[in-house]
């Protein structure tokens, strides 16, 4: 399928870019599309990491404060899993090793790869590498809770696995990435755990 690219302007640039696009494309019926504006947030890639101990059925998680559920009036701290832009970074398994170490203190011994895909392909360019990392919650954790210069306050918990598939039936869990994970270990999960 065909796709003409006619502008492509940058309309802001801070920590995201919002880019403005003039473009046509080949619709399913042969025909070019009328010249469409669309914007388009440019993101790049980024890694996630649900933190799980086979051993203990625990799960790393993470509680920070989002403005976009406080301005729906939400509660804007959320729990979450391990997340982090990759930047210039190209390999997705070494920052989502950083992010974890920097966010929780713990750094996972095993990285299992999920999936990669768009958080929202309509609006963003922003590609999620999503991994389950494996990490013993018996260590003691280094650190963790955030990077002080990029103004972050993280709170890292530890919650047992049956806790947090009653946050997934109850919705305490609102963000994307960490629904998709917790999914993921549903359907994984035994195959993680020590033999009994």
Known sequence: MKVEIFDISEQYRGFFRLLRL????????GRMSPTIDLELLERGDAAAVLLY??????????????????????????????AGSCGQESDPRAVALRESREE???T???????????????????????????????????????LEHE???I???????A?????LD?????????ILAMQWLLLHRDALRPPA
């Open 22 to 29: 003039r473009l046509s494309h080949q619709r399913f019926d």
């Open 53 to 82: 101990d086979p051993a203990r059925d625990l799960l790393g998680l993470i509680r920070q404060f989002r403005p976009g559920p406080h301005l729906r009036g939400e509660s804007g701290w959320t729990t979450e899993i391990v």
């Open 104 to 106: 929780t203190g713990w």
């Open 108 to 146: 996972p011994h095993t990285l299992n790869p999920i999936s990669t895909f768009y958080l929202s392909p309509s609006g963003s360019s922003e590609r999620i590498h999503l991994f389950c990392g494996l990490f013993d919650s018996a260590l003691p954790p280094v650190d963790g809770g955030g």
């Open 151 to 153: 103004n972050e306050d």
């Open 155 to 161: 709170e890292p918990i530890l919650v047992p696995f």
């Open 163 to 167: 806790t947090a598939r009653q946050w």
């Open 170 to 178: 109850d919705h305490t869990f609102n963000s994307a990435i960490a």
